[in-house]
């Protein structure tokens, strides 16, 4: 069965996949490879994870106000789908947006003219399957993910569709999606892919292109003026700096290198010429995704920049990786390009090449599904050991001595609300806000000690899961006062940015 053969079930489907562009899109390896990346989604999809605990099961548990950062009022929807339904839908509806952002850029990038044709079903898969953005697994960036999906229909909208109807869903689409604020920057890019085909129909009438479309091009601006009007940011998260400002500089210099290096080579190397393209487009992708981020500092300074960007991406690197939530696109361009620059004879074996990095990112996404697994089952072991043994003092501290941190998913570390969350759900949310939760010991004698134990590695985890249904997790609470001892605080084991190549196989560090 091919990847097309679904299409061809019936002319009407033909015909609308046709009008839309979709036609060719590789719908069976996108399905499979997909749901075996990310499947694991529904084995934790009623888990809590971060800041889920404060903004969705225990409203208020902090007293952390989410309303201060200016987010768009729609994001409330977000909040009604959750108490009319719980968790498993939301991890379901980001099962689906990310796989229906893939289809519309399918669609998109069939309008990118430096784009092959012989390459579209590759971009799509990459795009789809490059092993970004693991945090969709929290609740609380769940309007990420439908500010994501909203951006790529609105442009599907505006580039591939020609009725009128379609470019106003696009305009609404797009208004929407700047619920991300990062959008808002983005929204360069299918502003120039528009105008670059309005281009071609209509030569340099520029004045007249941007008379016609004021009003999808000051969208930001509008955004920006209601926010500011009926939603506005009342506290700060994060603050811009100088050291901020010459990092982003730093990188700054760095693209516009890179960027006159490519155009040179662009000039000598008429061979490789549509790959240069697509390597330019890539890099500008990839920095314009990344302006925000980096003047605020949240993926690196300078020339820090590119070993963090692995990182993030590859390695232990707590929630970070949503900093890279727009970099697929600009990625997957730039691995076709950069295969366009091998050798002729290595050309013969593109597709295999291909498949090779797609199987690489499919494993990458099962270890860091199975991370997720591992630790929900962690949290899941510690509710149980504190149910049934509930505290009977009313307030009091209890003690988190956490002896199994190699094993938190990317490495994040579990905060206050984290501790106070799985206590709320043992005990009670009443309970929890009594107690004064802590990781590790401290100097109070009368406290209730948590000490959690467990396998030493990922891989001897999977093994205990494999042959006990059982991750092989040991959760031991104790009244006895000063029963914490500092030498139980265990330091953390730092095995390196690559999981899959120094934990994930059993390697202690």
Known sequence: MSDIAVAESGTRLQNFLDRAGLRGFPWKTATILYTISWGWLFIVRDSFWGDDWDEFKFRGLTNFDYYAFGFAPWKRTIYWLFEAFGPAPIRLLTFVCFYLSSIFLFGIIKKFEFVEKSSLQSVSLLFLLVPFNTVRVGLNVFFYTTAYMYFFAAWFCLVCLKSKGAKIIGVALFFLSFQMFTLLVFFVVPMAHYFYIGFQKFGFKSLE???????????????????????????????????????????????????????????????????????????????????????????????????????????????????????????????????????????????WIVGVILAISVVF????????????????????????????????????????????????????????????????????????????????????????????THWQALKNWVSDRDMGFKVTVDDTPGACKPEMVTSEKVSGAIPILFYFTGAKG
């Not at 949503?322 to 295969?339: A, E």
């Not at 270890?367 to 043994?389: N, P, R, W």
């Not at 709320?424 to 107690?435: H, P, Q, T, Y």
């Open 209 to 351: 292109w941007i008379l016609k479309n004021s009003v999808l091009l000051s969208l930001p601006i509008i955004y920006w003026l209601l926010r500011s009007r009926f939603w506005p940011l009342t506290s700060e998260y994060h603050v811009i700096t100088r050291n901020k400002i010459v990092g982003f500089l730093t990188v700054l210099v760095i693209f516009i290198l890179l960027v006159i290096i490519l155009s040179v080579f662009y000039y000598l190397l008429k061979k490789f010429r549509r790959s240069l393209i697509l390597m330019s487009v890539e890099i500008s992708l990839m920095f314009v995704g990344y302006v925000p981020y980096l003047i605020y500092g949240l993926v690196g300074y300078g020339l820090n920049v590119p070993v963090n960007y692995l990182v993030i991406m590859l390695g232990r690197s707590d929630w970070f990786s949503r900093h890279q939530i727009l970099q697929p696109l600009g990625f997957s361009i730039l691995l076709i390009g950069v295969i366009g620059l091998l050798p002729s004879i290595a050309m013969r074996f593109k597709s």
């Open 365 to 456: 996404n099962v270890a860091f599904g199975f991370e997720y697994v591992v630790d929900h089952s962690k949290q899941m072991s510690i509710v149980a050991a504190l149910a049934a043994k509930p505290n009977r003092t009313a307030g009091g501290e209890i003690q988190m001595v956490d002896q199994t941190t190699f094993l938190n998913a990317r490495q994040r570390s579990y905060r206050e609300r984290d501790w106070l969350g799985l206590v709320g759900l043992a005990e009670g949310i009443d309970s929890a806000k009594k107690l004064n939760v802590v990781g590790g010991c401290s100097e109070n004698p009368n406290t209730r000690l948590v000490l959690i134990q467990g396998p030493e």
